[in-house]
């Protein structure tokens, strides 16, 4: 199938490294022109040149901390300004950090809330001019399986995913009728830097160790194993590919049937 999304021009914040590079790495390969955002310009415009290497697609590598509110909006405006406009949005950052409701005070709720919530809300609204001027506007927002069935000792994370969803079926029919189309995807374990890190914690308060708890989470999935991130990057690019027309409001999980609820 093709997903017509040759010369489509597309933004993907959080790009660096794990499931947003994976997102690049597809959109690039399906011939996307692209800008790849991140907060550390070392590795940023590292993932640049190789995406550029492996594909020769058009990739523009663009720092800035997407959970504080001028760089969300400079970072969608140096986009559209260096790609001529957007066609796509995909909204992806890292998450808030694994712990019990009593560690967190308000300002670390704060963090939180800016940091896996308003992002979405700042990225898309800052985008919503030039997705209005593509003839086919679409975001997609990576959250996480939470937003279906709370991770233990992930609170802040699985409270905002349920908000971030809430968001997404919002705007999809508040402006679907303008033609704009808005999806998100719920990953489950997927092997990326974030989740050794998480499991590294989840170790220290067991007393395992870090290839135990990877070897517990693969079995606690229906296909026993975790996704490796391509697998995440090829669903976000259907979702955001003009393939996918008639889907808006999906809230996608990409779990290998971890999951075992009915909807
Ligand atoms: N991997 C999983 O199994 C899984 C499952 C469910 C949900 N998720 C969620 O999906 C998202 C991505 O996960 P991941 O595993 O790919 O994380 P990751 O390996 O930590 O990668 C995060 C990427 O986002 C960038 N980033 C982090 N904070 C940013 C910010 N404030 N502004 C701009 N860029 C930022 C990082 O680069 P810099 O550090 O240079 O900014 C890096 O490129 C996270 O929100 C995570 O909680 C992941």
Redesign the pocket.
């Known amino acids: 199938m093709d997903l017509q999304l040759h010369g489509r021009r597309v933004l993907v914040?959080?790009?660096?490294?794990?499931?947003?590079?994976a997102v690049a790495q597809v959109l690039a390969q399906e011939g996307a022109r692209l800008a790849i955002?991140?907060?550390?310009a070392d590795?940023?415009h590292a993932a640049a040149q190789r995406l550029r290497a492996a594909t020769a697609a058009e990739v523009v590598p663009i720092v800035?901390?997407?959970?504080q509110a001028d760089d969300a909006a400079r970072v969608v405006r140096e986009a559209a300004a260096a790609l001529g406009g957007l066609d796509g949005l995909v909204t992806?950052?890292?998450?808030p950090p694994p712990g019990r409701f009593e560690e967190f005070d308000d300002a670390t709720w704060y963090r939180a809330f800016d940091?896996?919530f308003l992002?979405h809300v700042r990225l898309i609204r800052a985008a919503l001019p030039a997705l209005r001027a593509s003839d086919l506007g679409s975001v997609v927002a990576?959250?996480?399986?939470?937003a279906k069935q709370p991770i233990p000792n992930l609170v802040l994370?699985n409270t905002m995913r349920a908000a971030a969803v809430a968001l997404i079926k919002s705007l999809a029919l508040e402006l679907g009728p303008e033609g704009l189309r808005f999806n998100a995807v719920l990953?489950?374990?997927?092997?990326?830097?974030?989740?050794t890190e998480l499991l590294a914690y989840r170790a220290r308060q067991k007393g395992t160790t870090v290839d135990e708890e990877l070897a517990a989470q693969a079995r606690a999935s229906a296909l026993g194993r975790?996704?490796e991130?391509l697998e995440l990057g090829r669903a976000v690019a259907f979702l955001l590919s003009p393939a996918a027309s008639y889907l808006t409001g999906v809230l996608l999980p990409v779990e290998g049937g971890s999951y075992q609820g009915l909807c």
Request: glycine share 16%.
């Open positions: 914040t959080g790009a660096s490294r794990g499931l947003g590079y955002n991140a907060r550390h590795t940023l800035g901390d997407v959970s992806n950052a890292g998450g940091l896996a992002f990576i959250t996480s399986i939470s994370s990953p489950g374990w997927t092997r990326t830097e974030r989740v975790m996704a991130p």
